[in-house]
């Protein structure tokens, strides 16, 4: 299925990403393997505990 988003602003993603790749490779594989290893629970509630907008217990309905 294709992304929604349109190519620039992927492409503007994928320059964002390699920027912070370039500056902080060590933190940049650390944070893609945690994605790795938890692509399970979904990359929008690991993205929603990432910013602060939700907890755990709130993903769960129960917070």
């Known amino acids: 299925?294709?992304?929604?988003?349109?190519?620039?602003?992927?492409?503007?993603v994928e320059f964002d990403l390699q920027q912070i790749q370039e500056s902080s490779p060590q933190e940049y594989a650390a944070f893609a393997a945690l994605l790795k290893k938890h692509r399970k629970i979904g990359y929008k509630n690991i993205c929603k505990m990432l910013l602060g907008e939700a907890t755990p217990e709130k993903l769960k309905g129960m917070g």
């Open 1 to 12: 299925m294709p992304a929604i988003a349109t190519l620039e602003e992927l492409k503007a």
